[in-house]
């Protein structure tokens, strides 16, 4: 994985869900690629909305723990769960977030939501407090 910014590449997945969820993971250690491989890994688990649920207030928790609260944003982290969704259930034969990201590197661009949203959409107050729609084009 030495072609994408993971900083937990070493951490198994359970071991990379219990780090984070426990908030002992750095902030500078989680990347984009990571928050991507931890939404792999939990809708590989549990149901989308189930998965969803659970990494919002892990996402939210891990914020606050690390004193940068006022990063999380609702729209983008529920966004790129649809995204990753979609993705798996287009690959159900994808087994590791390596294949997986290999297979999706659109997942890793993090700028890839500007398909969807126009900026002053995602820099809305609106959106990073609740759900807002895609503005350009639906998301799966």
């Known amino acids: 994985m030495e072609s994408i910014r993971l900083g937990t590449a070493a951490l198994s997945d359970a ?6 969820e426990s908030c002992r993971l750095p902030a ?11 939404a792999w890994i939990l809708l590989g688990r549990m149901s989308e909305p189930e998965a969803t649920r659970r990494i919002v207030r892990a996402i939210r928790r891990f914020a606050v723990h690390h004193g940068v609260s006022e ?3 609702h729209t983008i982290t529920l966004a ?3 995204l990753v969704s979609s993705a798996r259930h287009s690959t159900p034969e994808v087994r590791d977030f390596e294949s997986f990201a290999a297979r999706h590197p659109d ?18 107050r609106a959106a990073k407090e609740e759900w807002a729609e895609a503005d350009l084009q639906p998301l799966p």
């Open 15 to 20: 071991a990379l869900v219990k780090e984070f």
């Open 107 to 124: 997942l890793l661009d993090v700028k890839a939501l500007n398909r969807h949203y126009t900026p002053e959409l995602l820099a809305s």
């Open 80 to 82: 790129w769960m649809r």
């Open 71 to 73: 990063k999380y944003h």
């Open 28 to 38: 500078a250690q989680f990347h984009h690629a990571d928050h991507i491989r931890l």
